[in-house]
């Protein structure tokens, strides 16, 4: 950049100045052989940024270890990803994709069985079926308060209730799995027990999905609940991220034909977001399948396939918190290890998902930092 | 009967109308009202069960009334900065080659891809990952390998720092204005330096801030250190030994038997929601107050 270098003038002892940990002063051949040729007419400045050298090895050093940085990402993934397929071969060689849906019989009561560690029987089918389960009545009962609070908070809220709402909503996000487990424990599962569940066995029984078999009140229904609470700042969160990317003149244009509010809302907004908003869910679904601490206290962790919501039962990352330190035998490490794999590639693809719907709308408007 | 009929339609359309508005603020009622139940039971049982005795005894054998969470708010903050240590110069760095050198080009989606979805990686099996690799790993006698430790526990923490970490960086670094850079190169400065002492150091408070968030995330998490830190009833601050953390011991104490237990765990919850919502807030105070408001 000799172009610039009359420009700077002015400016050398300002650097020198404010910058006095600068590196020592090493000359490099081409620079001395410069300032050697022309010997008058070379300013100080000249001398003075010539004398710096050129930095081309720290930076494409730094350069290169900041690429490298970057990489290490995919290299976790990937490290994750063999990890888990070399434990799992075990399990994988002896029950192969079965693993995920047979059932074995007991030898004496003829009851289907799915995990017994003595015996090396292992199926994934009762895991799966709690994670499927517990992750949907979730999802029932969060999305319609999620959009609800979205709705509430981007188009209808006073401007002085906004910022807390959104504050107190990000809060719940924050708190840790462990602490929802044990409010869970200590206050919802006895509501449930005292109050709701008996209300749902007898207002709801015949359905089949309630029934009193179980009395403790943990189960499905328990981990459904709090999972859902664990996942509602999250859909809550994108979704008003989504709404606000709405542009202002599609509201106004809805509002403008004499739209109310709701419709405005309806055909302005949701229907715009409407990718978004899935988006959202989905990603609330994968924190869902994956949420393993508040679960694991409240739904009973029992590997036994039920119709009634109320029963217990347990989830695939429920049972790997749950045996994982204790594994009996190199199989029963190999099929907690197989559960974890599938656990893992059913939230990159859902996660995956999620980004791909939400960047689909979001991609015009510049992200928000929170 | 035309107009009669129009009349029916709004009213129809104005009650649609307010009674949509009803149900989103029921929406929005029942959402806080779970929050503020936890708080408030929370900090009801927290408080009443917290003394000086918890954060300077360590746990008393079952039985015995009192003892404390000293070991495991010490073991947390040793795991932690184990973890910090492991996931903020990564990090921030993965956030640097995403802002600055990589901006546009294939290579940094996919980064940036990689690193949302690592994001929703369910920790449990970062767990999983971490016992394969330290605790039970292939290759024996490496150090700190082939046993339930803290630094297991403390690996599989800051690679969970990681992804957030890093995308934290690179949005706070695309909001430095490019005349900054532009300035630094202009008076020569070498391109590294200008990363790292103009435009990091400009973006520096809202980087932080985004570091303690991933650092709060983290440290509530029991998951992965069910079976890589394993927990620990005695003082230890040896991370080649099993070690004890705040969220895996009121993981512990809240499925024991002993009311005593109960009472220790709401009030290491109590500690731990604390620490969270301090860091929650700076963050919240920090962004508010606009991070670059002097650049731009």
Redesign the interface.
């Known amino acids: 950049m000799p172009g610039s270098l009359v420009l700077v003038t002015v400016h050398v002892p300002d650097i020198r100045i404010s910058r006095p940990q600068v590196q020592p002063e090493r000359p490099i051949p081409d620079a001395q052989k410069l300032a050697g040729e022309s010997t008058s007419d070379v300013s100080a400045v000249r001398k003075f940024l010539l004398s710096r050298g050129n930095s081309s090895i720290a930076d494409a050093v730094f350069h290169w270890l900041m690429v490298l940085c970057g990489l290490s990402i995919f290299a976790i993934v990937a490290l994750i990803a063999f990890e888990l397929v070399l434990r799992s071969q075990l399990s994988w060689q002896k029950f192969g994709l079965s693993f995920f849906y047979q059932a074995f019989t007991d030898r004496e009561t003829h009851l289907p069985m799915f995990w017994d560690p003595v015996n090396e029987h292992f199926s994934a089918l009762p895991f799966v079926y709690g994670t499927l389960v517990s992750s949907f009545l979730a999802l029932l009962i969060s999305v319609p308060l999620a959009i609800g609070l979205a709705i509430f908070l981007t188009e209808m809220c006073p401007l002085a209730l906004r910022g807390p709402l959104a504050f107190l909503t990000e809060l719940l996000a924050a708190i840790p799995s462990v602490i929802y487990g044990l409010w869970a424990v200590f206050v919802l599962v006895p509501l449930l027990r005292a109050h709701i569940n008996p209300f749902l066995i007898h207002g709801f029984g015949w359905t089949g999905l309630f029934n009193d078999e179980n009395p403790t009140g943990l189960g499905f229904l328990a981990a459904g609940v709090i999972l859902a609470i664990m996942i509602l700042p999250i859909i809550s969160s994108l979704t008003r991220e989504v709404m606000t990317a709405v542009p202002h003149s599609q509201r106004e244009a809805v509002l403008a034909l004499g739209a109310t509010r709701w419709e405005m809302i309806r055909m302005g907004v949701l229907r715009n977001a409407r990718i978004g908003i899935v988006g959202g869910i989905i990603l609330g679904l994968g924190r869902a399948l994956g949420e393993t601490m508040a679960v694991a206290m409240v739904i009973g962790n029992t590997p036994e396939i039920h119709r009634s919501l109320l029963s217990n039962g347990s989830t695939m990352s429920a049972v790997i918190a749950n045996e994982y330190a204790e594994a009996v035998s190199d199989m029963h490490f190999s099929a907690l290890t197989e559960i974890g794999l599938a656990l893992f590639i059913i939230t990159i693809i859902v996660n995956a998902l999620a980004q791909l719907l939400i960047w689909m709308v979001t991609r015009g408007t510049p992200s928000q930092v929170h | 009967m035309n107009e009669e009929k129009f009349k029916f339609r709004s009213r129809m359309?104005?009650l649609?109308?307010s009674s949509?508005?009803a149900?989103?603020?029921?929406?929005?009622v029942?959402?806080?009202a779970?929050?503020v139940?936890?708080f408030v039971?929370?900090v009801y049982?927290g408080a009443s069960s917290l003394n000086l005795d918890f954060f300077t005894q360590i746990p008393k054998p079952v039985g015995e009334a009192g003892g404390g969470m000293a070991n495991a708010i010490w073991g947390s903050a040793l795991l932690l900065a184990l973890a910090s240590i492991i996931g903020v110069?990564?990090?921030?760095?993965?956030g640097?080659?995403?802002a600055?050198?990589?901006r546009g080009t294939k290579?940094?989606n996919?980064?940036r891809?990689?690193?949302?979805?690592?994001?929703?990686?369910?920790?449990?099996?970062?767990?999983?990952?971490v016992?394969?690799?330290i605790v039970k790993p292939?290759i024996p006698f490496l150090p700190f390998t082939g046993h339930?430790s803290g630094f297991s526990g403390g690996v599989a923490l800051g690679?969970m720092m990681?992804?957030t970490v890093?995308r934290?960086t690179e949005?706070?670094l695309l909001?430095v204005p490019h005349a900054v850079r532009e300035a630094a190169l202009?008076?020569?400065v070498?391109?590294?330096?200008s990363?790292?002492s103009i435009t990091v150091k400009t973006a520096s408070p809202?980087i932080i801030t985004g570091c303690m968030l991933a650092f709060?995330?983290v440290?509530?998490?029991?998951?992965p250190l069910?079976?890589t830190a394993?927990g620990n009833s005695f003082w230890s601050s040896n991370l080649n030994q099993p070690i004890a953390a705040l969220?895996l011991q009121?993981?512990v104490y809240?499925?024991s038997p002993y009311d005593d237990w109960?009472r220790l765990?709401?009030a290491g919850?109590l500690v731990?929601?604390v620490l969270?919502?301090l860091a929650?807030s700076l963050v919240?105070y920090v962004?508010s107050r606009g991070?670059l408001k002097g650049a731009s």
């Not at chain 2, 440290?219 to 998951?223: D, K, L, Q, R």
């Open positions: 359309r104005a649609t109308d949509v508005t149900l989103s603020i029921l929406a929005t029942l959402v806080v779970p929050l139940a936890i039971y929370l049982k110069p990564v990090g921030i760095g993965g640097i080659f995403l600055e050198y990589g290579l940094a996919a980064v891809f990689t690193a949302d979805v690592l994001n929703g990686v369910p920790s449990i099996v970062m767990g999983v990952a016992y394969a690799l292939h339930f690679i990681i992804p890093c934290t949005e706070m909001m202009g008076l020569g070498p391109n590294w330096r990363v790292l809202g709060a995330r440290a509530g998490e029991t998951a069910i079976f394993l969220p009121i993981y809240a499925l109960h765990a709401w919850a731990l929601i969270i919502v929650v919240r962004t991070v």
